[in-house]
Nanobody, 123 residues
Framework: QVQLMEFGGGSVQAGGSLRLSCTPSGSSKSRNIMGWFRQAPGKEREGIAA???????TYAASVKGRFTVSEDSAKNTLYLQMNSLKPEDSGMYYC?????????????????WGQGTQVTVSS
């Protein structure tokens, strides 16, 4: 069973940048949709970016134009570059995997999740 591990969270001031990475443990020859989600305290988890093996991407309106999801297939790593961070971007960030036919930002479509990495943006 593939496990996902996120790295790169931390604390940053508003306007700053962070890059998150997600690496599956073990090898997987299957190709899947990979997504990034976040959950702020007291709020529901929301999908913010998804990446398809074709390179197709989609973003939530709240992060579009500021966040970029990408993949380094040679390193088997998914990235989330976050620029122009705002305090409301604070929360736990998760990467997740969905079957290839589910290119969505709905968490119910994803069947493997990482443990999350904390992002804190101060004003």
């Amino acid at each position: 069973q593939v496990q996902l591990m996120e790295f790169g969270g931390g604390s940053v001031q508003a306007g700053g940048s962070l890059r998150l990475s997600c690496t599956p443990s073990g090898s997987s020859k299957s190709r899947n949709i990979m997504g990034w989600f976040r959950q702020a305290p007291g709020k529901e988890r929301e999908g913010i970016a998804a990446f398809a093996p074709s390179g197709r991407t989609t973003y939530a309106a709240s992060v579009k134009g500021r966040f970029t999801v990408s993949e380094d297939s040679a390193k088997n790593t998914l990235y989330l570059q976050m620029n122009s961070l705002k305090p409301e971007d604070s929360g736990m960030y998760y990467c997740a995997r969905a079957p290839i036919w589910r290119f969505t930002l709905r968490q119910e479509d994803y069947n493997a999740w990482g443990q999350g990495t904390q992002v804190t943006v101060s004003s």
